[in-house]
């Protein structure tokens, strides 16, 4: 075996540290997931290109002389908006409708935001750069960039952040009201049609920090949306919707997974394994709930 | 039944002149074949089934590349001809081509129809939006893994064997043409006779209640299965066309073309009107033209209008042109109208 990484046992570690890093990013795309398909019944494709969205946002502060840091708070509130937007125009039209017309329909706004940001910005791979430096560790073996540091950090400040938020504000309340039961809610006196706007715009605001946070780490480019959505639609049916912590591991799982496929398989078949893991892990589940007569659904 | 003949008839002599009358469209009229056949062989699958798909693009890039490769590698080291660029090396005689690409179609066919038969156990298990999702990325996965395969090009493309001339006959444009409309008239001839049977009526029982179809002691799992793989089959054979007719293979670009067309299927297949056999023909037609006038009039927009199009077709018109056809006019359909009756719901409302 002429690997790499059995010939230079500290790159494991390198691996693991990134995988874990980069995973927590992935957590916090899945969380917006989790939460919208929890509360609405509809998965966004479109989420990837939210998060590269996000991330041209905090690259244009940059362009601009701005410190792209700033654009953890620029990006969500930007975002957000464009969340509104998105569900007044369409979402709120499928809502209630077969989930297959919610995927293609939020396909097509993959789509059309792909071509736009191709547009607008160019074809260009590009990254913000933050200029944090890099710390080594064990006799410079392994080299840890602190934005990822930071990017990680962030992410978990946000993450605690909306946790305390839906339990404690009335908004929040409202949102688990209507996750739980939409017409006992109504009946109550809660404007469903806001609640579901609301929901959307915090799942864009949060893909637009995560996206901020990636074009501070790593790269941007238009077309690089739907392995986002992708990997958080996988750590979602991992760890099961409503299930926080299951979410951060099994995130943090697959960016230690990524990283090893990265060393193993090569960087070609990075993309490639992040789609087979989902189809395996959808096989695997199918024949688990079989051998119980249920079916995922 | 008088009428159909005509109507057939009709279509089949167009068939046959077009490339005459309009020699300047002969691929588009191919493209056109093609796509009419994506979106039947989808409608078996999303539209009769239930089962919505975005990963029959994975039988489709799969034929064309093992059309290509068993074209090019019935006479020549396979490896050495991706390597070279093809076609500067080695030169098909007419004879070879033509027995390599009936060779590489029929391999085209078939071998897609055993994958699906053999991931189908696993796959069809999922439902709904699982299933959806879950052939996505099969899709995508089996682009981005064939862009990383050296022996059929990997990342620089596969460039198919150029068409031969024979004698002094340039004949490629009509060659695929007629490969293309010769398939499409299988395949809608298949996929009619298909219709016709209890098979039919089995997958729509899964569509609207599989638990129910399990329970009336239907072996769902078998009628599923064997539905993709006919899905499967007419998909690798479009593939293996289309890859003659492009004439260079590129893993995401063109055979596993997810973003193109992997949705082009379904949504022409719901544009024309799901579950019905003349659906997709018409959707595809329509799509076809309305593609091509996009496309060249505001190019660079296109993905732009694609988007929209998605949108608005899912969200306002979902039940395609056929469904509003059966709306407007019941009677043209089979539909038994109680005048009386309809006057009377009317009221009420």
Avoid at chain 1, 106 to 125: E, K, P, R, W, Y
Avoid at chain 1, 196 to 219: D, W
Avoid at chain 1, 236 to 247: D, R
Avoid at chain 1, 260 to 279: K, M
Wanted: glycine share 12%; with cysteine.
């Amino acid at each position: 075996m002429d690997f790499l990484i059995f010939q230079v046992p500290m790159l494991t570690v390198q691996a693991v540290l990134d995988g874990l890093l980069l995973g927590i990013l992935f957590a916090l795309i899945a969380y917006g997931m989790a939460l919208q398909w929890g509360v609405m019944n509809i998965i966004n494709i479109a989420q990837g290109d939210l998060v590269i969205l996000g991330g041209y946002i905090a690259y244009f502060m940059y362009l601009y002389g701005i410190h792209p840091a700033w654009g953890v708070i620029v990006s969500p509130i930007i975002m957000y908006f464009v969340g509104v937007i998105i569900y007044k125009l369409v979402i709120n039209k499928v809502v209630d409708r077969d989930l297959f017309i919610s995927i293609l329909a939020t396909f097509g706004i993959s789509i059309l935001f792909m071509q736009l940001m191709n547009f607008a910005f160019g074809a260009d791979v590009v990254l913000a750069n933050s200029g944090y430096g890099t710390t080594m560790l064990f006799d410079n073996s392994v080299t840890l960039p602190n934005s990822k540091i930071f990017s990680a950090f962030i992410s978990i400040v946000f993450a605690i952040g909306l946790v305390i938020y839906m339990k404690k504000s009335k908004l929040g309340r409202a949102i688990r009201a209507t996750a739980q039961n939409a017409r006992a809610a109504k009946i109550l006196g809660v404007d469903t049609e806001k609640v579901y706007a609301a929901t959307f715009g915090i799942n864009a605001a949060l893909c637009g920090v995560a996206g901020a946070l990636i074009s501070i780490t790593f790269t941007i480019h238009p077309y690089m949306g739907l392995p986002y959505t992708i990997r958080s639609f996988m750590i979602v049916i991992v760890a099961g919707l409503g299930n926080l912590p299951g979410v951060a591991m099994s995130g943090m799982g697959l960016g230690v997974f990524e990283e090893f496929a990265d060393y193993i398989l090569g960087t070609e078949f990075r993309i490639g394994s992040v789609f087979l893991l989902l189809v395996l892990i959808l096989v695997y589940r199918r024949f688990k709930l079989s051998k119980k007569r249920e079916y995922l659904k | 039944m008088n009428k159909n003949i005509i109507l057939y008839a009709a279509i089949l002599i167009f068939g046959v002149v077009a490339p005459f009358v309009f020699p300047a469209f002969k691929v588009q009229l191919s493209i056109l074949c093609i796509l009419i056949i994506l979106a039947i062989t989808w409608n078996v699958q999303g539209g009769e089934m239930g089962y919505n798909t975005f990963g029959n693009i994975l039988f489709y890039g799969l034929g064309m590349y093992l059309c290509a490769s068993v074209q090019v590698g019935m006479f020549f080291p396979l490896a050495e001809w991706t390597e070279g660029g093809g076609e500067k090396t080695f030169v098909h005689t007419p004879a070879q081509f033509f027995q390599g690409f009936a060779a590489g179609l029929a391999v085209a066919a078939i071998v897609p129809a055993i994958v699906a038969g053999l991931i189908g156990y696993s796959i069809l298990g999922l439902r709904g939006h699982y299933f959806a999702i879950c052939t996505l990325g099969l899709g995508v996965a089996a682009g981005e893994i064939s862009g990383g395969i050296e022996i059929i090009g990997a990342g620089q493309g596969f460039t198919t064997p150029p068409f031969p001339k024979v004698g002094s006959l340039e004949a490629r444009g009509e060659f695929f043409y007629f490969c293309s409309f010769a398939v499409l008239i299988f395949t809608f001839l298949a996929v009619k006779a298909i219709y016709s049977t209890r098979f039919k009526l089995v997958l729509n029982a899964i569509r609207d209640n599989e638990d129910k179809a399990e329970a009336m002691g239907i072996q769902t799992m078998k009628y599923k299965i064997i539905g993709w793989m006919i899905s499967a089959f007419f998909c690798g054979l479009a593939g293996g066309i289309m890859g003659g007719l492009v004439g260079y293979i590129d893993s995401t670009d063109v055979a596993f073309d997810g973003r193109e067309m992997g949705v082009f299927m379904v949504l022409m297949a719901i544009l024309g009107g799901k579950g019905t056999l003349w659906g997709p023909v018409i959707g595809a037609t329509v799509f076809h033209i309305f593609k091509e006038g996009f496309w060249t009039f505001f190019l660079g927009w296109q993905y732009v209008a694609l988007g929209v199009l998605i949108v608005v077709i899912v969200i306002y018109f979902p039940e395609g042109i056929m469904g509003w056809l059966r709306e407007k006019y019941p009677e043209r359909f089979g539909e038994v109208v109680d005048e009386a009756d309809r006057k009377a719901q009317v009221e009420l409302k």
